[in-house]
């Protein structure tokens, strides 16, 4: 796979993180099957229907990459993986790796158009997803060989062994909803995202006698990075595919979780219901926080009752788990800022404080797979320009604000230009334009202006359904359409001010989800 565009990382500095082991000290054997060579008994993953020990997860991976090879799997093979947050899926991550492939990662709740953007963008030459995926975003029309999850597990194809792969490589692609109007496609190696799991590990502490909860998509870097933060040291993993409050605080006791992480909107739920039921003890031990800061009463409630120490931790897609919390920091420290940089990890701040941050370190990604966007994004030197702004002051980063139009809803990010760029084909629109507004349930909620030639016409469910027949998936649609009398409110250039539109909403006609009905 070739990736153009990219400002590399200086021979010198890319030779640095070799001496200091940061790459290419370890091979996929000296996470997993080492893991289950020394505790072969322990949990690996579970996912509430499915439960493995290392032992079996190593057995599963191995018929798995017999399974995969039968169907073409080989070095540099791009499989796409419509992932549910589950055990299967976790297995059929390792074993691409190991057949040497590229797993190119996409959330089971994914629109087609997601799907189409894959495959076109990585010329992938297999497909695994569940049945009902396969079905709902038409794979079968892709013209790609399709296997399921189910088939994987059933496979008898014997596995012959498989070589240590190339850990500079392509190993996994995720997508992310950035600046522009389709998902980029973000490229990493076993050597990047092992250096943002070993990150995490640092931050939390982790020991293999922990065991991390997930909720955030597998086919995220959030997802990838817990994969490996624990099936590479041995701890378990527990997964949520479907986050119910009640539900999965029962699942944390009674599976002793005590790393908690991912969207602020999940903590906060656990911790409520936590305080709802009078309950006085929970295993957890640490929870890592991202942007996005927890209520004060319910941090208060974490640390005060349950005696959980918070971590903070900063990164993004491009570059997992930058900076956090220090294992030395103690009281209010440990979450006054974003942290110190992690091994190997450089900040720069371009212009006067604050002012964007670039990164630089080992677990930077390759490159995204279009040229173009990597024309913008790296700076000479091998800077990475996060679209963040911040402050860098004695060693420590606080970030205060960001470049990029996005939405995070429950912590998922959402392109607000992606949305623009399907909703300006609206049927009777004569301008749209997405933006955010905050909201005490998700953190933001995503909105949409639509001028329209008759307003009357306008409907949510319109709207929304035009949509999901485009192609957007149905966690990126809006929550609430607001019917925009005149022009929008635009710079001299023409860009539309979005603050202006989420300012501007009172006294407009307004249509909502359910929820906020």
Not at 208 to 219: Q, V
Request: glycine share 12%; aromatic share 4%.
């Amino acid at each position: 796979m070739q990736i153009a565009g990219v400002e590399p990382i200086p021979a010198e500095v890319r030779q640095r993180y070799v001496d200091e082991g940061l790459w290419g000290g370890q091979g996929l054997r000296d996470g997993l099957e080492a893991a289950a060579s020394r505790d072969p008994q322990r949990v690996a993953v579970g996912d509430g229907t499915t439960t493995w020990t290392y032992a079996e997860l190593v057995a599963v991976v191995e018929r798995a990459v017999g399974c995969l090879r039968g169907h073409g799997c080989g070095p540099g093979t791009a499989v796409l993986v419509i992932a549910p947050l589950s055990a299967p899926a976790v297995a059929v991550y390792h074993a691409v790796l190991r057949c040497g492939g590229i797993a190119v990662m996409v959330d089971r709740r994914s629109g087609r158009a997601d799907v189409v953007n894959a495959v076109e963008a990585t010329g992938a030459e297999l497909v695994v997803a569940t049945p009902d995926s396969a079905q709902r975003l038409g794979v079968g029309e892709l013209d790609v060989p399709t296997i399921s999850f189910e088939h994987i597990l059933e496979c008898t194809t014997p596995s012959t062994g498989w070589e240590e792969r190339d850990p500079a490589l392509p190993a996994a692609i995720v997508f992310t909803s950035g600046t522009t109007s389709r998902p980029k496609g973000v490229v990493h190696s076993l050597d990047t995202l092992r250096a943002g799991a070993r990150n995490l590990a640092d931050i939390v502490e982790l020991t293999e006698r922990d065991t991390a909860f997930l909720s955030t998509p597998l086919a995220s870097i959030t997802g990838l990075v817990q994969t490996h933060l624990t099936t590479d040291r041995g701890a378990g993993l527990l997964l949520e595919d479907r986050f119910d409050a009640p539900a999965s605080l029962a699942r944390v006791r009674a599976e002793g979780v005590t790393v908690l992480g991912g969207a602020p909107v999940i903590i906060e739920e656990l911790f409520k219901q936590a305080e709802a039921e009078g309950l006085q003890e929970l295993p957890l031990r640490t929870m890592a926080l991202g942007g996005a800061m927890i209520p004060r009463d319910v941090l208060e409630l974490a640390v005060d009752r349950y005696g959980i120490r918070p971590v903070r931790a900063y990164g993004s897609s491009e570059v997992p788990v930058s900076t956090g919390t220090l294992p030395s920091d103690e009281g209010e420290g440990r979450i006054a800022d974003d942290g110190a940089c992690a091994r190997g990890t450089e900040v720069r701040i371009l212009g006067e404080q604050p002012g964007e941050l670039l990164l630089r370190g080992p677990m930077r990604m390759l490159g995204y797979l279009d040229e173009g966007d990597n024309a913008e994004a790296f700076t000479a030197g091998g800077w990475y320009r996060t679209g963040d702004l911040g402050r860098f002051e004695d060693g420590r980063l606080t970030v205060t604000g960001r470049l990029k139009e996005i939405v995070s809803r429950k912590g998922l990010k959402i392109s607000l230009t992606e949305i623009d760029d399907v909703a300006r084909r609206l049927p009777g629109a004569e301008e749209v334009a997405a933006f955010g507004v905050p909201d005490d349930e998700t953190g933001e909620r995503l909105a949409l202006a639509v001028v329209a030639r008759d307003p009357d016409a306008v409907t949510f469910e319109g709207v929304t359904g035009w949509l999901l027949d485009a192609g957007l998936a149905k966690w990126k649609l809006p929550e609430q359409v607001v019917v925009w009398d005149g022009p929008l409110p635009r710079t001299e250039s023409g860009k539309v001010q979005r603050r202006m539109l989420a300012d501007g909403t009172t006294g407009r006609r307004m249509h909502l989800a359910a929820r906020l009905r």
